[in-house]
T-cell receptor, first 113, second 116 residues
């Protein structure tokens, strides 16, 4: 069964460094999402992406964040200059048109030191 | 604003017994969907069950069923005949029917431990 995959599973970085989190959505899906979960808190929506552009973003998704679909398979989240409070689990999700179920990846645990 | 609340951070149940996980939500929308997702340890979230708000009948999927109380804005998940493989984090989530991009609003999760 097709799955959403994410790499790396765990990323450790120094404050101020740039990180890129990678996701490979399910191949026939058209809608893509990033969510994050700070330890002990709710899973929060960051951004949705459709037709090669951001369709919606939350207040969390400020200028330090960007998303890209550089080729036909990858979907990336870039954090330009990481802060301590960016430490969280980041989940990628995708869905096909006309279906509301989102399929989630296993997450990338980002630790900012 | 939309909020989803799961008031039980952690629960335990003996194998073969029944457990109910609570979820309450708040939304001003009338047409929305509710979901329960399961996240086993070190695995991705998978959909357990979904409910359309316009349907009065409670959704069921094998051992999993919901008690949807629209007026009370409550959406609890009942797991019957609990199995060791049900050990996981369970997230309640909501999205709007008219939102083309269908972002989810999640609760903080309930960690369920099924004991042998």
């Amino acid at each position: 069964e097709p799955e959403v995959t994410q790499t790396p599973s765990h990323q450790v970085t120094q404050m101020g460094q740039e990180v890129i989190l990678r996701c490979v959505p399910i191949s026939n899906h058209l809608y893509f999402y990033w969510y994050r979960q700070i330890l002990g808190q709710k899973v929060e929506f960051l951004v949705s992406f459709y037709n090669n552009e951001i369709s919606e973003k939350s207040e969390i998704f400020d200028d330090q964040f960007s998303v890209e679909r550089p080729d036909g398979s990858n979907f990336t989240l870039k954090i330009r200059s990481t802060k301590l409070e960016d430490s969280a689990m980041y989940f990628c999700a995708s869905r096909e048109a006309g279906v509301d179920e989102q399929f989630f990846g296993p997450g990338t645990r980002l630790t900012v030191l | 604003a939309q909020t989803v609340t799961q008031s039980q951070p952690e629960m335990s149940v003996q194998e073969a017994e029944t457990v109910t996980l609570s979820c309450t939500y708040d939304t001003s929308e009338n047409n929305y969907y509710l979901f329960w997702y399961k996240q086993p340890p070190s695995r991705q979230m998978i959909l357990v069950i979904r409910q359309e708000a316009y349907k009065q009948q409670n959704a069921t999927e094998n051992r999993f069923s919901v008690n949807f109380q629209k007026a009370a804005k409550s959406f609890s998940l009942k797991i019957s005949d609990s199995q060791l493989g049900d050990t996981a984090m369970y997230f309640c989530a909501l999205n709007w029917a008219h939102d083309n991009f269908n972002k989810f609003y999640f609760g903080s999760g309930t960690k369920l431990n099924v004991k042998p």
